[in-house]
């Protein structure tokens, strides 16, 4: 079956923005690299905070950025559900922060589990090719956006001011940093993802 135009169109201009900064940071260091491929992101500046330091060993590789961007991420949510944790055993909660707080512990448990099969699978795909390639890689990039999805509901179920307080703020404060930095790695999974997409589909006769 033919790829919708649209979906090539897409990944064709994610494509192109993979030239421009591969071409940009070919003779750079490997800091450089994280820093033009982090603009693809929508926290840039988050983005070079959690990678600069694995620099060496991310050596200017797609694979290896992506694969990084996501064991940080699964790192910060295995943190912040740990805090989530220790706050429900807190005494003297309102009733309604009590619920919003075990449906947070659920929420966040969810996007660990999705985290740690995504840092799994990108790592055991190796030098996948074709359909191959592609069906490891739409296995990451649902677990990723799954692992998103949960982090937001967390959030919401301390939507209203009727929750103000320090749970909400701590809480907060800890899954909304989880929720970029999975949206940044989500970012370069995706990016990794279109070139590879549309470089095999242009080297086809």
């Known amino acids: 079956m033919a790829r919708p135009i649209s979906v ?9 923005a993979g030239i421009a900064a591969s071409a940009s940071t070919r003779n750079s260091s490997p800091t450089d690299y994280i820093v033009a491929s982090c603009k693809a992101t929508s ?13 060496s060993e991310i050596r200017q590789n797609e694979q290896h950025l992506a694969q990084t961007a996501l064991s940080v991420s699964l790192s910060r949510a295995q943190s912040a559900a740990a805090f989530v944790a220790k706050v429900a055993r807190v005494r003297g909660i309102k009733p309604r922060e009590r619920q919003a707080v075990k449906d947070c512990i659920e929420n966040m448990g969810d996007s660990v589990d ?10 055991h795909m190796g030098r996948a ?19 998103l ?12 001011s009727f929750m103000n307080g320090n749970i909400k703020v701590a809480i907060k404060r800890r899954v909304v940093n989880v929720a970029q930095v999975t949206s940044n790695a989500l970012a370069l999974v995706n990016r990794f993802a279109a070139r590879h ?9």
């Open 8 to 16: 090539l169109v897409f990944s064709f201009a994610l494509y192109l």
């Open 43 to 55: 926290y840039p500046a988050l983005c070079v905070e959690c990678l600069s330091g694995f620099a």
């Open 114 to 123: 999705r985290l740690n099969q995504s840092v799994k699978e990108l790592g």
């Open 129 to 147: 090719v074709g359909q191959d390639f592609m069906w490891h890689m739409s296995n990451v990039q649902t677990w990723v956006s799954a692992a």
């Open 149 to 160: 999805t949960d982090q937001n509901t967390c959030l919401d179920g301390f939507a209203g």
């Open 197 to 205: 997409r549309v470089a095999a589909h242009t080297e086809k006769p």
